[in-house]
């Protein structure tokens, strides 16, 4: 496929615009899209991360408690998180209650331990 030569627009004696076919523009836009998807799948290909069940987004888009969530796809008692994070099992369950907040501090230790981002809790 030829691709035509833009017109050039100067402004100011220098060249700042070029002008192109629709059609050719729409080709171009196309093939970028193209090149980003392939990058994304080449990108995921080399790390693809962990895959998590319908059952687990689908808690957290309804709101369950995030941190309750993750400790249970991970298979995590209250206790075990507590002990992971060095809080008490009764902090926790203030945690998944929403009785309570945590501080960044433990909300580091709570994503380490659950082996999620920060972000994935807040």
Do not use: F
């Not at 962990?50 to 400790?71: M, S, T, Y």
């Amino acid at each position: 496929m030829k691709i035509k030569k833009p017109q050039v627009l100067e402004i100011e004696g220098k060249p700042r615009l070029a002008v192109v076919p629709l059609a050719e523009w729409q080709r171009i836009v196309e093939r970028l899209e193209d090149a980003e998807d392939a990058l994304a799948v080449r990108r995921w290909r080399a790390n693809p991360g962990e895959a998590v069940p319908a059952e687990v987004v689908n808690r957290l888009l309804d709101g369950e408690n995030k941190i309750k969530v993750w400790r249970m796809h991970r298979s995590m008692t209250q206790q075990a998180l507590a002990e992971a994070c060095g809080v008490s099992k009764p902090y926790i369950s203030q945690l998944e209650a929403n009785a309570r907040l945590a501080s960044q501090t433990v909300l580091r230790k709570l994503a380490g331990a659950l082996r999620v981002d920060v972000d994935d809790l807040v």
